[in-house]
């Protein structure tokens, strides 16, 4: 038997959003995160997990956001520096990954500076044309930015410079 985990993840509450956003904060001012409104934030809760310190603290988080009928995207993905190395990531991006599948999907997407994390975890680097050309007539109508990366569109670039898309085959996905 392990010993249990400092942490649980949990889908996250209202009340994490703050939370969230102080996590997020560091790494829009370093350039790795495009920022978000707290408003945006909320709009999105449910999209979240979040990974909570015995003592409440809020250490990590990541989102899911479905794109297509068979794609979704691993959003916001962020774990606070003291708890880097600790399987906080790992178990967010599972629990995440068990959410798209809950939901039908198949297929999992990513724009990382954190290649060797995600290979680890089965995403493998993908190139421009991933999905057929009628979806993405459909897509490029979103006006998600997440989106807009994902289809590599021009007026994204300058946010994504350095990134590696990602994409990942889900097993086991349910179909209701």
Known sequence: MTAPQPYTVRPALTRDVRGIQALLEPYVQRRILLGKDLVVLYEATQQFVVAEAADGTLIGCGALHVMWEDLGEVRTLIVADGWLHQGVGRNIVERLEENARALG????????????????????????????????????????????????????????????????????????
């Open 105 to 176: 999907l198949t297929r999992l997407f990513c724009l990382t500076f954190e290649v060797p994390f995600f290979e680890r975890r089965g995403f493998q680097t993908i190139g421009e044309q991933i999905v057929d050309p009628d979806v993405y007539s459909q897509l490029v109508r979103s006006p998600d930015e997440g989106i807009a990366e994902f289809l590599d569109l021009a007026h994204v670039k300058p946010n994504t410079l350095g990134n590696t898309r990602m994409l990942k085959q889900l097993n086991g996905a349910r179909h209701t």
